[in-house]
């Protein structure tokens, strides 16, 4: 695959995360020149030390900040993410407002923001990360879950707009990623259950054909080919990335 990235500018959001951080190591590694955007500016810019990128200090909640951005970037990577985890009729419309905040509204106005860009180079990419939780409901995810799919359909919207001047917006969806947090996560499940962590991994995985979580580096790899001429033909797409989760 051609993965080459020619100098242009990519801008990734959440570039801290472990997907975020995975995207701006296989960006630079392309030939992009990265932008890491985040609101930890310490740990973005530890990242961008270590591929010779730039930091941009970002706080997805203050979206009227947002709303006046020009943004001159070629590559956009929607990667930042946010939950909240709660029975519907416990889950307050202050946590479902800070979660469309961050995966909805902020993607919204990143992609407004850089268009013009896009449009003036007659070239562009945008890629949303959005989650298995865009193909399916999931209990107590009622913020993630619909936030999710509002990005889908933003990327779709986007996509049809924006191709005929040679701008693309898909859509990459994983699974639960393997991280430090998700292996915190499994020991406190365990504990909680008094059973073996062996246990938890299990029912986490029971509808994956596929037997592991995804690795952050697997998605990276997925962002890195969306991003580069190679897939110029690609628009409006969505990938699962969950192991056959969402297919069963």
Known sequence: MNADANGRMALIT??????????ARALAASGA????ADQDEHRAGLIASAI???VWPI???DTAALASLTLDADILVNAAGATAVAPLHELTPQDFGRVHRVLVEAPYLLI???LPHMYDRGWGRIINITSAYGRAGAREQAAAVSAAHALEGL???TALEAGPRGVTSNCVSPAQIRTAELDDVIARLAAEREVGEDVVVDDLLARSSIKRFVEAREVAALVTWLAGD???MVNGASYAMDGGWTAA
């Not at 020149?33 to 890491?36: K, L, P, S």
Request: aromatic residues 0%; contains cysteine; glycine residues 18%.
């Open 112 to 114: 407004r923001a850089a």
């Open 230 to 232: 190679d897939a110029a």
């Open 14 to 23: 959440g570039g801290s995360t472990e997907i975020g951080a995975a995207c």
């Open 155 to 157: 990327s779709k919207v």
């Open 52 to 54: 010779g990128g730039q």
């Open 33 to 36: 020149r990265v932008v890491v």
């Open 59 to 61: 706080n997805l909640q």
